[in-house]
């Protein structure tokens, strides 16, 4: 049975979404999934600019939007207009949070910014992102995930060192700091159960960057100058990585030296790497990868995917095949957690809308709407919390401010 609506960890939190693009929507879903109620503000004519890249869903979705739109409704307002910045104040006092992405100073002007709200609303959680620190001199700097990805030394740490620098497959800092954001607004929102105040949490995306560097910056740090790239393999476990079978790609984690041990003795039948002192320790065995990974390369390269994968397991070696992204989404894995749903849409019939990661005492929290046409919920919405008559929501759409 679907979790209900009230039981959701969320439930009764109203959530004004002003952003757009990635950061700021991710952000805004993972409030939506965990139940909160989540107003999208877009342009009446083009919407988020996402609506128009990638593959097109329906008439006014594509897949890009729907990756970080879902559980949302849609309400139109043209921002630069005078009612329209009235009718999105009178929306932010009904609503518990308010997440915005614009440029830097843009939301000010439009008589949306945090200070201008927070004075009828003590209590008003509201989100800023940027792309660099808004009290720094980079305040004004449009922030792109790219960028960032250059300038944080994500790239550099990225890819085969014999190639050129490489990004990720994803905007992993737009992403990364949509996820630090809705962490913050939680934790704002709980201080708020004790306090009564609001915040005002400020995330940029160089921030959120360079934190995801990890260990690889802190070693940076440690050397003064970077670290080796390694590719698909471990900077300091060995062999950790991805191999090549006779037949296909997989990978192999060898985490400690007993593992090692038996993957030599079990999995690839070679018990003289597992005795020779060149090998004994991680840490020889990570000074000594260049003479050790030919060696696991060859006897790998003689075996079928399917038969080290069964002598990994049974000899306690974690392991897996490397899939293509269509068949891990089609994967018995996937399926059986529920991780890919079909969702009705009125354009298209139906589309697949994936399903929010996190369990709440074992069930997962729902898909409760797909990701929203343009402007759906504009009607309900402002009638509800509004109050707009039919007649003044005609005229609103008539002039385009709605």
Wanted: charged share 20%; hydrophobic share 40%.
């Amino acid at each position: 049975m679907p979790m209900l609506n009230s039981s959701l960890p969320l439930a009764g939190v109203r959530v004004l979404d002003l952003s757009r693009i990635l950061a700021g929507p991710w952000c805004g879903m993972v409030l939506a999934d965990m139940g909160a109620e989540v107003i999208k503000v877009e342009h009446p004519g083009r919407g988020d600019d996402t609506r128009d890249w990638g593959l097109r869903v329906g008439k006014t979705e594509t897949a890009y939007f729907n990756s970080v739109n879902r559980n949302k409704r849609s309400v139109t307002l043209d921002l630069q207009t005078p009612e329209g910045q009235q009718i999105a104040r009178d929306l932010a006092k009904q609503c518990d949070v308010v997440i915005q992405n614009f440029k830097f100073g843009g939301i000010d002007k439009l008589g949306l910014g945090y200070e201008q709200l927070s004075k009828e609303q003590p209590g008003l959680i509201y989100c800023s992102i940027s792309g660099y620190d808004r009290t720094g001199p980079e305040a004004a700097r449009p922030g792109y995930d790219l960028v960032v990805q250059g300038e944080a030394g994500l790239m550099a740490l990225n890819g085969e060192a014999s190639q050129p620098p490489l990004k990720f497959g994803v905007a992993m800092v737009d992403l990364f700091t949509g996820m630090y954001s809705a962490q913050a607004v939680l934790a704002a929102l709980y201080q708020r159960e004790k306090t009564g105040k609001g915040r005002h949490v400020e995330m940029a995306l160089f921030d959120c960057g360079l934190m995801i560097t990890a260990y690889y910056g802190l070693e940076a740090l440690l050397m003064g100058e970077d670290p080796p790239r390694y590719g698909n393999s471990h900077p300091s476990i060995v062999p950790y990585g991805v191999f090549d079978a006779a037949d296909g790609p997989l990978v192999i984690t060898v985490g400690n030296n007993a593992q090692f041990a038996r993957f030599c003795t079990e999995v690839i039948e070679r018990p003289d790497l597992a005795a020779d002192e060149r090998f004994k320790t991680n840490i020889l065995r990570s000074a000594n990868r260049a003479v050790l990974l030919p060696e696991l390369h060859a006897e790998l390269a003689k075996r079928q995917r399917a038969d080290l994968l069964t002598k990994l397991s049974a000899s306690g070696i974690p392991c897996g095949e490397v899939l293509g992204l269509l068949e891990a989404l089609n994967s018995r894995r996937a399926t059986d957690a529920g991780l890919v749903t079909t969702q009705p849409h009125p354009v298209a019939g139906k589309v697949n809308v994936l399903a929010p990661p996190y369990r709440f005492d074992g069930e997962r929290l729902p898909v409760r709407s797909a990701p929203p046409q343009l402007g759906e919920g504009t009607h309900e919405v402002l009638q509800s919390l509004l109050g707009l008559s039919d007649d003044r929501l005609a005229q609103l759409k008539t002039s385009g401010v709605v």
